[in-house]
């Protein structure tokens, strides 16, 4: 057997690729934080319950609705989306004006309500989403059994990272999202109507959120807390990366991944610290993150 | 307010006491029997003890008839959120201020060991009933409590053994990076090499964990016959959802769940779990007497119940029979009736409970059902063998408890 | 009689007002005194713990303009330490194992505060927030602390190795002056200069810049004090309950201590000590009601509230009332 620092082959691709998947879903969550930080300025706290309500809201529609998994993909991020819509609307314009640590307390307070009304209906033990049926079973590659799913999951999560980069460095409402990040009063004076763009720029952070949720779902048991936990990963990636460039929250998730993958081969005790503790190097070094602009 | 109203009733105690002028430790005191229910009621542990727990508790107080010779039996119930402190906190006050004489439930091992040191402090009397680990026991053992439905011995000695026996003897271990994730893995290292058997590998997961893939694959990588999960709750049903999803079964490995509740193989579904060897203290559907029980909570919870549930039931209703025969609530008193007493209702079968505060009963090797053996949603299990208690617990003589005379 | 008679009509005003201030003070003092006469002596220490855990906070948010999300980790070191020493080396009086679980506490805030204190505002909630964890997962495997088990029966043993703490109201006396000497520390920083620089550097800190001060030596002191006091708040409370265990350390912990704050008032002296003593009785109160599952929302909903419109706190809006309708 090919041995790699004393460790299979075998073992050694195939925790670079899971952890690549794992990076896939740090990107989606950290991606849509960054999108929501550029308008908003506020770091959303109720992201991982909204990556948790994408999830349930996948089983749910299955259960009830009769929904299948490739309508939910569509239809979990829509729904999350506007409920993030009406929280916008409701809750957090109301604060807008003020210290933007509010805007994390807020969304702090609604992660709490989010996840414990949902302890309470549904318990912790977590449920189980079928895989959707077309992605059942596996390659063998070789040096490892690739399940089917989790292929499609690192494919789908990326895809959607460069259509949301694509739509944002390049289309005229990237532009517009782009400028009224730099300056929302003159956007306004341009006839911007700027209040929507933050809605919609809330609604659809939200939405990627809810995105990895459903992608999540057929692979993790489907538990009110399955975000709370990821969440405070994902804002440690962020503060690796910087939240000033879309690109940077991409390429920072799916290395946080790899990161990951590689102390599992190496040193398992420390998989749940490693990017704690690059966060903690980075700091020290690029106090600004990875891709971070000067404050 | 509490205060007054605490000094308030038990001066009336005391002057009832005088009045009446019996012997103290024959007395019911306050002439209440209360019972507080500690357990997980909204955590990874709710569903195998949790409100249902508290129904079953609630369903042997009816059946006894709501009180003890005149003296009525008040319950009360908290949440300990698996944390430590919550439980001793609360156990601590329930002794204080409200003369709790037993406390039931108890899930999560940590909060035991807490909630035990306060009840020998305070000299209260508890029944555990939710918790897996030995210790509690072993070097944990008080005089002040007594563990019921099962502990990490006889999970790897029932699971473990018969797996060996069976040909899995190549182990790879999935360990719950913590204290009762290494009990289990050493419980079970014993068992597997003294039968012959050898652990190729192991690797430590961090408690708790979602995503187990890079685990399986280790194991995989591993060449191991069988993948033993020494842990509990929701990471043994990822790592053997995870398991199906990576085809590990179908690849000739086998997964080895060393504590799986009724609840995970519900949730996980026969399609996940199916061929899946686990070692319990009793199964809803074993013979008439239980499948009886479990009807009646069945009607009142809308699940069937764990072994927790049931062995919830039957300590409770063992304790109130010694509270009414020895006519007194004093912890000692009680323990020393509740030890003389053999134990054999629907749940426990050649039951006692030795001076270590263990109850042994025969333990029950099963395996999960196949979806096309199952008649219906909660046809699950199909029991083996039965262990007999004598073999199935520690035997007293490699005990570490205090209370036991080496 | 002399100076009676030269004080203006602001200096009068002045010494009525510490006067009113001290009487105040006086009048709290003998409440706590008399305090475990009527409550459970348990449950209020609970509360002072608490109390002197979210004055610590406060110290930070309040005055230096910081929001810590990871101050769960000085509370579970402090306890930690405490707890292990005093279990491991019987020999070791109660007063001695809370010092170094404290100098613990400080330790580790010189090191997070020299991390963290490189990012602002939101960016220092995050990267708190993610050092803490990082405790937290440390924590779960370092073998002092027991992981999952905790630490259990730590003793309580005899103050200065003569006066035993085994007795409720005696261990409430202690943990009273203990309350006291953080509460007392925290009022006289505020008011010195230090504590006019920090304001300063909340209200404008490119100004406290320019105007020649060391920002960040001021908030990192800051950060190391509001560390240390948390961490006298979890040695106090470990002593009080026999135990340290992971709750304290997980990021729900550090959650709460901000809702204590909020609600009482952020940036007033008594905000806290009110916010404590109401967090920790709701909890109490719910978790043996019907309502026991619903803690976690219910807090949720207060906290969004509190943000919504109730930013002041219950004290901060006493004192405007009191302001406006005496004043």
């Known amino acids: 057997m090919t041995m790699i620092f004393g460790v299979p082959l075998a073992v050694f691709t195939g925790q670079l690729l899971l952890g690549l998947i794992n990076g896939a879903f740090y990107a989606l969550l950290s991606l849509g934080l960054a999108v929501i930080f550029g308008l908003l300025k506020i770091v959303n706290f109720a992201h991982g319950a909204m990556y948790m309500l994408g999830a349930f809201a996948t089983l749910l529609g299955m259960r009830y609705l009769g929904i299948n998994y490739w309508a939910a993909l569509l239809l979990a991020p829509l729904a999350v989306g506007l409920a993030g819509m009406l929280i916008e609307r409701l809750l957090l314009r109301r604060i807008g004006h003020l210290d933007h640590l509010y805007g994390l307390l807020l969304t702090f307070g609604l992660a709490l309500i989010f996840e414990g009304t949902l302890v309470n209906f549904f318990g912790v033990s977590g449920a189980r989403y079928p895989t959707p049926e077309s992605l059942a079973g596996g390659y063998q590659l070789g040096f490892m059994f690739l399940p089917k799913y989790r292929a499609w999951v690192l494919l789908a999560a990326i895809g959607v990272c460069l259509f949301t980069w694509y739509m944002i460095e390049r289309t005229r409402l990237g532009a517009y999202l782009r400028a009224g990040t730099e300056n929302p009063a003159l956007m306004q004076a341009f006839g911007v109507n700027v209040p929507l763009l933050v809605t919609l720029t809330y609604g659809f952070g939200v939405a990627l959120a809810a995105f990895a949720g459903v992608l999540a779902a057929p692979l993790y048991p489907v538990s009110p807390t399955m975000g709370s936990n990821l969440l405070i990963v994902v804002f440690a990636v962020v503060v690796i990366g910087g939240m000033g460039s879309i690109l940077g929250a991409i390429v920072t998730g799916l290395a946080m991944g790899l990161i990951e993958g590689l102390t599992k081969v190496y040193y398992p005790e420390a998989a749940n610290t490693v990017i704690f503790l690059v966060m903690i190097l980075v700091l020290l070094i690029r106090p600004t993150g990875l891709f971070g602009k000067e404050a | ?406 | 009689m002399a100076t009676t008679q030269t004080m203006t009509p602001s200096m009068k005003r002045e010494r009525r007002a510490n006067l009113r201030r001290n009487a105040f003070y006086l009048a709290l003092i003998v409440i706590g005194l008399v305090a475990p006469f009527v409550a459970y002596p348990v449950f209020l220490m609970k509360v002072l713990c608490f109390a002197l855990f979210a004055c610590a906070f406060n110290l930070l948010l309040g005055y230096a303009g910081l929001l810590s999300f990871g101050h769960a980790a000085f509370l579970a070191t402090g306890g930690y330490v405490t707890g292990y020493l005093l279990s491991s080396y019987p020999a070791l009086t109660p007063e001695l194992g809370i010092l170094s679980g404290t100098a613990a506490a400080v330790a580790l805030g010189a090191v997070f505060g020299a991390l963290s204190i490189r990012r602002q505002g939101i960016y220092f909630a995050m990267v708190t927030l993610a050092l803490a964890q990082l405790m937290f997962f440390f924590y779960i495997q370092a073998p002092f602390t027991g992981g999952e088990d905790g630490l259990h029966g730590v003793p309580r043993g005899e103050l200065f190795g003569i006066i035993s703490l085994r007795n409720s109201l005696v261990m409430y006396y202690f943990v009273f002056a203990i309350f006291l000497f953080g509460f007392a520390l925290i009022q006289r920083t505020v008011h010195s200069p230090f504590g006019q620089v920090l304001k300063a550097i909340r209200e404008n800190e490119p100004r406290a810049v320019s105007l020649g001060y060391n920002v960040d030596a001021y908030k990192l002191v800051a950060f190391i004090l509001s560390a240390g006091l948390a961490g006298l708040a979890g040695s106090t409370k470990t002593l009080v309950f026999q135990l340290a265990s992971l709750t304290d350390a997980h990021w729900h912990m550090s959650g709460e201590v901000i809702l204590m704050t909020l609600l009482g008032g952020v940036g007033t002296l008594f905000g806290p000590v009110v916010g404590a003593g109401l967090v920790v009785s709701l909890q109490h109160l719910l978790a043996q009601s019907p309502l026991g599952n619903w803690v976690g929302p219910i807090l949720g909903a207060i906290f969004v509230l509190c943000v919504l419109s109730f930013r002041s706190g219950i004290v901060g809006e006493a004192i405007k009332m009191y302001r406006k309708n005496f004043k």
């Open chain 2, 1 to 406: 307010m509490t205060f007054i109203k605490k000094t308030l009733v038990s001066s009336i105690a005391i002057a009832a006491t005088a009045a009446m002028a019996t012997a103290a430790q024959a007395e019911i005191s306050d002439g209440t029997v209360r019972i507080g229910y500690l357990a997980d009621m909204s955590g990874t542990y709710r569903d195998l003890a949790g409100p249902g727990g508290l129904e079953a508790l609630e369903m042997a107080i009816e059946d006894f008839g709501g009180s003890v010779d005149g003296a009525p039996i008040e319950v009360f119930s908290a949440d300990d959120r698996n944390s430590a402190d919550v439980g001793a906190n609360t156990v601590r006050e329930w002794i204080d201020q409200r003369d709790v004489d037993l406390v039931a439930g108890m899930v999560a091992s940590s909060v035991t060991i807490a909630v035990t040191k306060v009840l020998e402090e305070n000299d209260g009397f508890g029944i555990v009933s939710g918790s897996a680990a030995s210790s509690i026991t072993n070097e944990h053992c008080t005089p002040n409590h007594v563990h019921w439905v099962y502990d990490t011995y006889p999970l790897a000695n029932g699971t473990a053994r018969a797996v060996v026996e069976q040909g899995g003897d190549t182990w790879f271990m999935l360990t719950a990076d913590y204290a009762f994730g290494h009990a289990l893995e050493g419980d079970v290292e014993k068992v597997v090499t003294e039968n012959g058997g050898t652990i190729v590998d192991k690797v430590r997961h961090p408690f708790p964990t979602d995503d187990f893939s890079s685990y399986i694959l280790q194991a995989q990588g591993s060449g191991a016959k069988i993948i033993g999960l020494a842990n509990a709750g929701s990471d043994t049903v990822n790592a053997i959802n995870t398991a199906s999803q990576f085809g590990v079964v179908e690849a000739g490995q086998q997964l080895a769940g060393l504590l799986v509740f009724l609840n995970d193989v519900h949730a996980m579904g026969l399609d996940t779990t199916q061929g899946l060897l686990l070692t319990t203290g009793w199964y809803w559907n074993m013979d008439d007497e239980s499948r009886e029980w479990a009807e009646r909570y069945y009607e009142r919870v809308g699940s069937m119940p764990t072994m927790v549930q049931a062995g919830i039931y039957s300590s409770t209703m063992h304790y109130l029979e010694a509270v009414q025969a020895t006519g007194s609530d004093d912890t000692q008193t009680v323990r020393e009736y509740m030890m003389k007493q053999p134990i054999h209702d629907f749940f426990a079968r050649n039951g006692r409970i030795r001076e270590d505060g263990r109850m042994v009963h025969d333990m029950y090797l099963a395996r999960v059902k196949s979806p096309e053996d199952s008649t219906h949603e909660w046809d699950l299990y199909e029991i083996l063998t039965t262990i007999p208690a004598e073999e199935a617990y520690r035997p007293l003589s490699e005990s570490q408890c205090d209370l036991v005379q080496n």
